[in-house]
């Protein structure tokens, strides 16, 4: 039972049969037992002093702490016990070695540090769709909320056109961040700008039928007042311009998603044997075999953490980002990033392992020559750092 809302993880009421124990602690309670000749409590303690008070019908025989005997007060009549319960720091207690991954190779030592920055990883550009999957779009459909594609989330569009003689290209994203490819190459005057732009397309352009690729990231719809979506967004326009005016193109096919995650890169596991490893930073400035990959690149950075053992250690993954980027952990979507800065996202404990390597996969995308990956860091959140301790009062 609990005894007050204000108080709801610091004190409670444990009805037995020889009356009530009245229980409040300077740290949280995780559970309660109560038989006749003892009561169980399980607490929650940051490092340091946690007090505890207990109003107990009789005078107890021996309080314990995790198995060990431990000092109490008793004073009567009031028939209150006090004692205190010390918890060292996590990196205080002793701990086991163990083996542990550090991108990909075991290291015997440890445990891993509860803070870890890194400045390189394993790399690799997005593929351009091939022929598979592809749908049309039908006339009828306005925008990626009559796909069913929600925000954040990549859609593919591409059409064939014959330009006619027109050599310059028209793009109005409506609202949308969009990477265009015309046969095959990326065409950054007319990706990731704000509204409508227009750009001569010179030899780009082939005599004859022509493909254009354009990867658009779903905006969120804005909400209003009451919470509700507002408006839907439209599919980009896309339009040949010449001296008779603009011609629309049409006949769009489109699919859903990165080919990078239908490909598992986002996975926990993976052979990463044919990426690059590079340093963080601008990835078109880190060789040859790295200079044309344009528009999305991804990254994956492996990372060990300590087991936890009676350890409730919340972490926090900070990154830092030229370009907006989408963060997963371990094939999970963490979140976001809606462009250049440092973005911070709390780990969720169900989605870590303690047994092998944890994975972040990041993919970066943007127009400008500078885009990658800058810094990323992997930090317990120590301010609510707790350890179980294992109460027992006997009587």
């Not at 047994?355 to 301010?383: P, Q, W």
Request: charged share 25%; net charge negative.
């Amino acid at each position: 039972m609990i005894l007050s809302r204000a108080r709801a993880r610091r004190a409670a009421v444990i009805g037995g049969d020889d009356g009530a124990l009245v229980v409040s602690a300077g740290a949280h309670f995780a559970g309660a037992s109560r038989w006749p000749e003892r009561t169980q409590l399980a607490l929650e303690c940051r490092p340091g002093e946690a007090h505890v008070t207990a109003l107990t019908p009789r005078r107890p025989s021996a309080v314990l702490v995790d198995g060990e005997p431990t000092d109490f007060q008793f004073a009567t009549p009031e028939r209150m016990v006090t004692f205190s319960v010390s918890s060292k720091t996590f990196e205080e207690e002793t701990r086991p070695r163990s083996l542990w991954e550090r991108l990909g190779h075991l290291v015997e030592g440890g445990p891993p540090l509860l803070r870890a920055e890194f400045d390189r990883s394993w790399f690799m550009g997005e593929p351009l769709p091939g022929d598979d999957g592809w749908e049309p779009v039908t006339a009828t459909a306005r925008g990626p909320d009559d796909l069913s594609v929600s925000a954040g989330a990549f859609l593919a569009l591409r059409a064939r056109f014959d330009p006619a003689g027109r050599t310059r290209m028209s793009v109005d994203p409506r609202g949308a961040r969009l990477l265009l490819f015309l046969n095959g190459q990326f065409v950054p005057e007319l990706s990731w700008q704000d509204g409508p732009r227009e750009a001569l397309l010179g030899e780009q352009l082939l005599l004859g039928e022509n493909e254009v690729l354009v990867l658009m990231q779903v905006p969120a719809r804005a909400r209003g007042s009451e919470g509700v979506a507002q408006g839907a967004t439209e599919f980009p326009a896309v339009a040949m311009v010449g001296v008779d005016g603009a011609a629309p193109i049409t006949g769009w096919e489109c699919r859903v998603g990165l080919i990078g995650e239908a490909r598992g890169w986002t996975a926990q596991d993976l052979d990463v044997t044919s990426w690059h490893f590079i340093r963080f930073g601008p990835w078109r400035q880190q060789g040859s075999d790295l200079e044309k990959v344009s528009g999305i690149g991804w990254y994956r950075v492996p990372f060990g953490l300590p087991k936890p053992r009676r350890w409730t250690i919340p972490y926090r993954v900070a990154v830092t980002t030229a370009g907006a980027a989408t963060v997963y952990l371990n094939g999970n979507l963490l979140g976001f990033c809606p462009g250049d800065g440092v973005h911070t996202f709390s780990a969720p404990s169900e989605w870590l392992s303690y047994d092998k390597d944890n994975v972040l996969a990041i993919a970066v995308y943007g127009a400008a020559d500078d885009i990658g990956l800058r810094r990323v860091e992997i930090a317990a959140d120590r301010t609510h750092m707790t350890r179980r301790r294992a109460i027992e009062i006997r009587f």
